[in-house]
């Protein structure tokens, strides 16, 4: 170990060493983790189809220059952000960004072959991909009902929309040979008190039974179903709600999505995990930063993201839990954005992969909470920022800061360009 990082990492090993833990082991552990990166914040979930995309809660704020316009732009800056992460990414693609050559093809009749750019590119980088159904800024989402609408027409164009998206996302999984996760999130609900709550979560059920009716490879896809707790026009009442969703996932055997900003402001979907996977086999981890509302902000590497992480690691979750990120930021430089969010989470997992969990255990057990406690608390001071600088080096990556030096200069050459 010749650098100076690596120098000042054989202290910490030592530290980590003198309490059980095996540093070297957790660096190993945090960079074979798969995390999913969310395509939407690169274009302020902007899409491919020169639409109005406005309505259904989703609206990212800030005019800060350089968004993408074009898959080409968007797939560079996605290179870009991930070259500048340490462990191995994912991709999470919208419906909205689907390739059609100019051509108008509306959502109930998108195929895989409208998505094949996106598939190629993805074998190329030896990558997985995640997909999502756009259930909004439609003009058959005008009144904020899809699914769950009560005209059946409207309600069978989306139910359509999900099937297609369905056969997609298991299209993408059998071409790269990795599991495509297919998240449902609709945004169905009303402004004010409505006088029937029951009659729209009876049209949603129904809805997404139809969608999930036709067999798919279960290696190739995924499904899962993620609620709200509430948004932009709905306010008072969402149709597809936590409880509404874990009743259902665990009736269909699906992956119910927890999203950290889908929640009251002051709760913590960390304790949710254990109790969620009592029930099911997998779940999806959305992880994002609510500020008073779900408001989509970027992670920090707060005691919410540690102790969310923390709950993935220490009940031995990693292979039962698919990550991925979803936020969306207009005022700051987006390839920043992912870097910094996406780093957050990476930063979570290594912390958490530090602790002496059976050490900790073991006192549990014993009654010797004082242990237990002096413990947690020591190791809020451990010598954890020079592992992550180790992390990021024998990954290849920058360390501390010094990324941003990067993504000034791809500003100055890529961003700067377009208008």
Known sequence: MGTAVAKMYEYARERYAAIGVDADAAIDRMLR??????????????????????????????????????GDELRRDVERAMSLVPGRHRLNLHAIYAETEGRRIERDKLEACHFSRWIDWAREKELGLDFNGTFFGHPLAA????????????????????????????????????????????????????ADQRSPRERLAQSLDEILRES???????????????????????????????????????????????????????????????HLPR??????????????????????????????????????VDIAADWFDATINRIASWIIGLRNIRKGLLSAMLEPFEMLCACERDGDYTTRLALQEELKTMPFSLVWDYACERAGMPYGAAWLDEVRDYEKRELGRRA
């Not at 939407?40 to 993408?68: C, K, L, S």
């Not at 179903?225 to 709600?241: D, N, P, Q, T, W």
């Not at 994002?288 to 979750?317: C, K, M, N």
Request: hydrophobic share 40%; proline share 3%.
């Open 33 to 70: 983790v798969d995390v999913s990166m969310h395509c939407w914040q690169g274009d302020d979930v902007g899409g491919f189809e020169q639409t109005n995309m406005a309505g259904g809660g989703i609206m990212a704020t800030g005019n800060y220059p350089g968004r993408a316009r074009t």
């Open 283 to 320: 779940i999806l981890l959305h992880i994002s930063r609510g500020v008073r509302w779900d408001s989509d902000h970027v992670p920090l590497f707060s005691d919410e993201v540690r102790e969310i992480t923390q709950q993935v690691v220490r009940g031995g979750y990693l292979d039962r």
């Open 143 to 194: 009144n904020g009902f899809t699914l769950a609408n009560h005209d059946q027409h409207v309600r069978n164009f989306w139910i359509e929309h999900g099937r297609a998206c369905r056969r997609i996302a298991a299209a993408m999984g059998s071409a790269l040979g990795r599991t495509c996760i297919h998240n449902i999130w609709i945004p169905d609900g009303y402004k004010d008190v409505p």
């Open 216 to 278: 798919l490879p279960t290696a190739a896809v995924r499904d899962a179903v993620e609620s709200k707790l509430f948004g932009l026009a709905s306010e008072s009442y969402v149709v597809g709600s936590h409880e509404f969703y874990l009743g259902y996932a665990i009736r269909k055997n699906i992956e119910l999505c927890l999203d950290s900003g889908h929640f009251h402001p002051t709760e913590s979907i960390a304790g949710k995990l254990s109790a969620v996977l009592c």
